[in-house]
């Protein structure tokens, strides 16, 4: 009783930290979410978990703002390579030993934290996305089926067209929304959704909802780029921690 009462309060503080880095810095949700899930759980059990809330939260943050039908059209594509690269990548999350599943996961975290971390001034003229959007979708999808992480490539790839704000969050938001529609029915093929995990997700909203609104209170209060930093510090951090599993 003791270890189930400690593993639900690591799930519910997780999604508080996540929620709370997505306050602050208006996304990460997800990625928190499972770098530190996984620290307890299979990665394809902590892609089950983080279901819910992502889902929920996203579709908040695609919805709210006057960009939807714009973002919709014009990602069009992307959106639709998405659950096909998710299909293609879920076995590996389903299938793959989970030292070496965690060892996955945890590459794609400091993949995104060296990323960030770099912050390289990429622009991509938008007469190529006819052609690479539908790619960047399928990679997208091929990560989120494979490790349970979101952002790669979607992320750099939106803020390298230099769209304007409120309609990059929006189009994050999408994106995030298809990815977990996307790996929600790939687990779910692969026989890898239990009825636990997804109450468990269930219950994860509300810590995670609170979690942006506290972040949304202290956004203006705080650094955002200092923040940043010992965010993306932890995160490859945890990532290490993750990518060791096989070694040990």
């Given at each position: 009783?003791?270890?189930d009462?400690?593993?639900?309060i690591?799930?519910?503080?997780?999604f508080?930290?996540?929620?709370?880095?997505?306050g602050?810095?208006?996304?990460?949700?997800?990625?928190?979410?499972?770098a530190?899930?996984?620290?307890?759980?299979?990665?394809?059990v902590?892609?089950?978990?983080?279901?819910?809330?992502?889902?929920?939260?996203?579709?908040?943050?695609?919805?709210?703002?006057?960009?939807?039908?714009?973002?919709?059209?014009?990602?069009?594509?992307?959106?639709?390579?998405?659950?096909?690269?998710?299909?293609?990548?879920?076995?590996?999350?389903?299938?793959?030993?989970?030292?070496?599943?965690?060892?996955?996961?945890?590459?794609?975290?400091?993949?995104?934290?060296?990323?960030?971390?770099?912050?390289?001034?990429?622009?991509?003229?938008?007469?190529h996305?006819?052609?690479?959007s539908?790619?960047?979708?399928?990679?997208?999808?091929?990560?989120?089926?494979?490790?349970?992480?979101?952002?790669?490539?979607?992320?750099?790839?939106?803020?390298?067209?230099?769209i304007?704000?409120?309609?990059?969050?929006?189009?994050?938001?999408?994106?995030?929304?298809?990815?977990?529609?996307?790996?929600?029915?790939?687990?779910?093929?692969?026989?890898?959704?239990?009825?636990?995990?997804?109450?468990?997700?269930?219950?994860?909203?509300?810590?995670?909802?609170?979690?942006?609104?506290?972040?949304?209170?202290?956004?203006?209060?705080?650094?955002?780029?200092?923040?940043?930093?010992?965010?993306?510090?932890?995160?490859?951090?945890?990532?290490?921690?993750?990518?060791?599993?096989?070694?040990?």
């Amino acid at each position: 009783m003791t270890n189930d009462i400690a593993t639900l309060i690591w799930l519910l503080g997780a999604f508080l930290l996540a929620g709370l880095v997505k306050g602050v810095t208006g996304m990460g949700l997800p990625t928190v979410a499972m770098a530190l899930l996984g620290a307890l759980y299979s990665p394809v059990v902590a892609a089950a978990l983080l279901i819910v809330p992502s889902l929920i939260t996203n579709i908040w943050q695609f919805l709210k703002g006057g960009y939807r039908w714009h973002v919709l059209s014009r990602f069009s594509s992307m959106m639709l390579g998405i659950p096909v690269g998710a299909f293609l990548g879920a076995p590996l999350l389903s299938q793959l030993d989970a030292d070496w599943a965690a060892f996955s996961l945890g590459s794609a975290l400091m993949l995104y934290s060296i990323y960030s971390f770099w912050a390289p001034a990429i622009n991509i003229l938008p007469k190529h996305e006819s052609w690479l959007s539908p790619i960047i979708g399928l990679l997208t999808g091929w990560i989120t089926g494979a490790t349970g992480v979101f952002v790669l490539p979607a992320v750099p790839y939106l803020q390298a067209l230099g769209i304007a704000r409120n309609e990059l969050i929006q189009a994050l938001g999408l994106s995030f929304t298809v990815s977990t529609l996307a790996l929600l029915s790939s687990l779910a093929l692969q026989h890898s959704l239990e009825t636990v995990h997804l109450a468990l997700s269930l219950y994860a909203v509300l810590p995670a909802l609170a979690g942006m609104w506290l972040g949304g209170l202290i956004r203006s209060r705080i650094s955002t780029g200092q923040f940043r930093g010992w965010f993306l510090l932890t995160l490859s951090l945890l990532a290490v921690d993750l990518m060791s599993r096989p070694f040990r």
